[in-house]
């Protein structure tokens, strides 16, 4: 049942990591059209200010394909040195202060959301965009981190305490030099 969840959360990364990417793509895309546009003389205007938008969402929701892809850089020189059973107990120990980080993350991200949303912050640009909306979309990306990270911690511990190291690895240990194509 482990395993299934695990493959469960990776898809639904997946999809969102696929869906983030459309809307990076779109988003260079419409800047390119822009900076074209300039050079006859006309603009969208507010490419820049929506580009800085999705980088921002970008950067919080990709976090955790990376993370269900064991993409996020770890040194492990002490961990390659260890057994199964020694590398899964700093495996769990890593993710265990990850997912805490990120949940303090999240959790420190609400008030700049709460603020504007308070307020009625709006961006002094020409746009004028309501504040509320790029950071929502931001503050999603960092609770859908915090939940992720703090369900594959759950996941391997128990994965871990029925015995299963290689399931556990496979889930939340280091990407190896041979997994990497190096």
């Given at each position: 049942m482990t395993d299934n969840l695990a493959a469960a959360l990776r898809r639904?990364?997946?999809g969102l990591a696929l869906l983030v990417g459309i809307v990076v793509l779109a988003t260079a895309g419409f800047?390119?059209?822009d900076i074209t546009l300039r050079q006859f003389g006309h603009s969208f205007g507010g490419s820049d200010e929506i580009s800085g938008y999705v980088m921002a969402a970008v950067a919080s929701w990709g976090l955790s394909y990376a993370l269900t892809e064991l993409?996020?850089?770890r040194i492990d020189l002490v961990r390659q040195k260890l057994q199964t059973r020694g590398r899964a107990v700093l495996d769990i120990f890593a993710m265990s202060i990850a997912a805490g980080t990120v949940c303090i993350?999240?959790?420190q991200a609400w008030p700049v959301l709460e603020k504007t949303l308070v307020r009625?912050?709006?961006a002094n640009t020409a746009l004028e965009t309501p504040l509320w909306i790029p950071q929502a979309v931001w503050f999603s990306g960092w609770v859908w981190f915090a939940i992720s990270s703090c369900l594959l911690v759950l996941l391997a511990l128990a994965t871990v305490l029925r015995g299963?190291?290689?399931n556990a690895d496979a889930m939340i240990g280091a990407r190896g030099e041979a997994e990497d194509g190096k």
């Open positions: 639904i990364n997946s800047v390119i059209v993409a996020h850089v993350i999240a959790y009625g912050s709006r299963d190291f290689q």
